[in-house]
């Protein structure tokens, strides 16, 4: 059986960040790393589920939106996967354009989108603090990038392993 890409990343040494996990055509798939491996730390389920309904909706309807694939929780619960369209040349964009729907994350009020039972199967289990407390913890790793003026590598430090 062929092993896929993203098991070749040793997440022993994966720190949290912004990474290219794979590129298929112009389709860019970012690891949108939170929490570190293996560490005991992960994201809880609420918090996943929350995060997912405002950032889904805010890159979706930001300035980005239209090349936005897919936004949503890693199953190990350490991160989210973002597909985009474009290609890497559009990294910049893309990453401006994930850091502004963080911060309007972390400005709404009100309703939390997609929190009626016709729109969601979980519906329920939504938190806005939840959703608010984790964006603002994954937004002092990027707000480094901001503050310096600079882009992250997107490349997994410490390369793959097995290959």
């Known amino acids: 059986m062929k092993k896929i890409s993203s098991f070749t990343v040793d997440h022993d040494r994966l720190e949290r960040g912004i990474y290219v996990s794979r590129i298929d055509g112009d389709i860019v798939t970012y690891d949108l790393r939170m929490r ?12 996943a589920h929350s995060l997912e309904h405002l950032l889904a909706t805010y890159m979706r ?6 090349r936005v694939i897919y936004v949503g929780p890693m199953g190990c619960r350490t991160g989210f996967y973002l597909l985009m369209s474009g290609g ?4 910049a964009e893309n990453f401006s354009a ?10 709404h009020e009100g309703r939390m989108p997609g929190a009626a039972r016709r729109e969601c199967g979980n519906f329920r289990a939504l938190s ?9 913890k994954y937004l002092e790793v990027l707000d480094s990038y901001r503050r310096a003026g600079t882009l992250p590598t997107f490349e997994y430090e410490g390369g793959r392993s097995g290959i």
């Open 88 to 91: 890497t040349e559009k990294n």
């Open 36 to 47: 570190r491996p293996n560490a005991g730390d992960y994201i809880t389920p609420l918090a």
């Open 98 to 107: 994930l850091c502004t729907a963080l911060d309007n994350v972390l400005a």
């Open 128 to 136: 806005l603090k939840a959703a608010k407390d984790e964006a603002r």
């Open 61 to 66: 309807s930001g300035e980005a939106g239209d």
